[in-house]
């Protein structure tokens, strides 16, 4: 069982659509970050959160801490081809880094 | 850009034989880390590095040792590749500090036969 849940695990949309993806824990973690992840490469920072209830926003992309700092959800508005590739969160508990299994979205043109 | 270069990208290895993965920085960092990324497991640590010569276990650090003798090149060695460490392998870096915003290398494909 991954101690970090990443829901769903492959998105499929057409460009344009809005969507979100969830990252989901019982731990509560004292940071979390998004990464995304194209085919072949190494996975690219795209925000940490650090403050329970903290919004983030980076041009079509809102990133959210839960309140409890459990769980995290990132929003893509208007979403486009460009968005394809491998979401990972990972969440610092105690020492450790910890990754989910991420969410594959696909953005059809 | 990190600086972070892994090598090689691509290796198909035998069971059983020795095999060692590199990681180069070029910008002095002190925190390095080897991770493995498998289907429905996402990333998970197998070994870090807080200097030189200071190594310390991660989730998955069996079968697995690494050394760091230079700031700049992190090595991860299999000592007998099984066909379970078939995966792709990767080294980051962070700025901030232990386990924080981490920095990946492109990968290494590593398939054991």
């Known amino acids: 069982t991954q101690l970090l849940e990443q829901s769903p695990q492959f998105l499929s949309i057409q460009e344009g659509e809005n969507l979100t993806v969830y990252c989901n824990s019982s731990s509560v973690f004292s940071s979390l970050q998004w990464y995304r992840q194209e085919p072949g490469e190494g996975p690219v920072l795209l925000v940490t959160?650090?403050?329970?209830?903290e919004v983030k926003k980076l041009k079509r992309l809102t990133f959210q801490f839960g309140d409890a700092r459990k769980d995290s959800s990132l929003h893509i508005t208007a979403a486009q081809p460009g968005d394809t590739g491998l979401y990972l969160c990972a969440g610092k508990l105690n020492n450790d880094m910890r990754f989910g299994a991420g969410t594959r979205l696909t953005v059809k043109p | 850009d990190a600086g972070i270069t892994q090598s090689p990208r691509h290796k198909v290895t035998e069971t059983g034989t020795p095999v060692t993965l590199r990681c180069h920085q070029t910008?002095?960092?002190?925190?390095m880390y080897w991770y493995r990324q498998d289907p429905g497991h996402g990333l998970r640590l197998i070994h870090y590095?807080?200097?030189?010569?200071?190594?310390d276990k991660g989730e998955v650090s069996d079968g697995y040792s690494v050394s760091r003798s230079k700031t700049e090149d992190f090595l991860l060695t299999l000592e007998s590749a099984t066909s379970s460490q078939t995966s792709v392998y990767f080294c980051?870096?962070?700025?901030?500090?232990?386990?924080?915003?981490?920095?990946f290398g492109q990968g290494t494909r590593l398939t054991v036969v």
């Open positions: 590095s807080y200097g030189v010569k200071d190594t």
């Open positions: 980051a870096i962070s700025v901030g500090g232990l386990n924080t915003e981490a920095f």
């Open positions: 959160v650090v403050t329970g209830g």
């Open positions: 910008e002095n960092h002190r925190y």
